[in-house]
């Protein structure tokens, strides 16, 4: 199972700047971290991946099937930044419109839909109007609704905002689960989600990326007088300012 994207340029008007260029990318297995500032690009990359816009240039494929088809859309889930509470429905009733929009069976996507609320530890708010929910609590119903449908794939744009330490650690022990089976790729302005169940991470800048590669490898390129407890963000700092680029 692999999700391409290949030679993609992005901009969001033909005469404004490219958002990105000419990436090449494959995602791995298991959690892969997705880093970088603000306007790098992270939200673009994923929106490329799942579908919901498409490159200017370039292509993105799962398998070989590109990202128009409806059984690329059927295996790709994603969770933008922004999750918006669907007036009037209960947290099961949101996640279970998602599934169905997926293309699962209305029974099918109530029963999952329960499931993926656990999986979250939001059982106790499934009957909850989404509206009525916290920031962080809505968040959880954004991983469910990633995870209601069993994807092959799940695309997170900053799922841990908003969440207090037990949640976090929550989703990531979820993750965790799902690692050998599903490919993850979940963007972050918090570098503290490395030392959680990242097995990768790729760093974008200015449209382009700089790195690509193992927890450990991206480790490596802390200073050797970084800090112990802040070596992720001594190594983010390292190549985000320069340090260090991929050849």
């Not at 700047?17 to 500032?37: A, E, K, N």
Request: hydrophobic content about 45%; charged content about 20%.
């Amino acid at each position: 199972m692999t999700l391409e994207l290949h030679s993609c340029t992005y901009a969001y008007r033909p005469w404004a700047p490219s958002v990105l260029r000419d990436i090449d990318y494959r995602l791995p297995r298991g959690v892969t971290i997705l880093l970088g500032p603000n306007g790098a690009g992270k939200s673009t990359l994923l929106r490329l991946a799942a579908a919901v816009t498409r490159p200017r240039k370039g292509t993105v494929t799962l398998d070989g099937t590109p990202s128009h088809r409806r059984a690329y859309r059927a295996a790709v889930a994603w969770m933008p930044q922004r999750v918006i509470p669907m007036s009037g429905l209960t947290a099961r009733e949101q996640v279970a419109y998602t599934g169905w929009l997926k293309g699962m069976g209305k029974r099918a996507a109530w029963d999952a839909a329960a499931r993926a609320l656990a999986r979250v530890d939001l059982t106790e708010k499934a009957d909850t109007k989404t509206k009525r929910l916290s920031g962080g609590q809505l968040r959880r119903v954004g991983v469910a609704s990633a995870l209601v449908h069993s994807a092959r794939v799940l695309l997170l744009d900053e799922p841990t905002a908003g969440m207090d330490p037990h949640q976090r650690r929550v989703f990531h022990d979820t993750l965790g689960a799902l690692a050998d089976d599903v490919r993850v790729l979940l963007s972050t302005h918090d570098v503290a989600d490395l030392a959680a169940e990242a097995h990768h991470v790729t760093v974008l800048r200015s449209g382009r990326i700089t790195f690509s590669g193992t927890a450990d490898g991206f480790l490596a390129h802390a200073p050797a007088d970084a800090a112990p407890g802040r070596v992720a963000e001594a190594a983010y700092t390292a190549l985000d300012t320069g340090a260090w680029r991929q050849p």
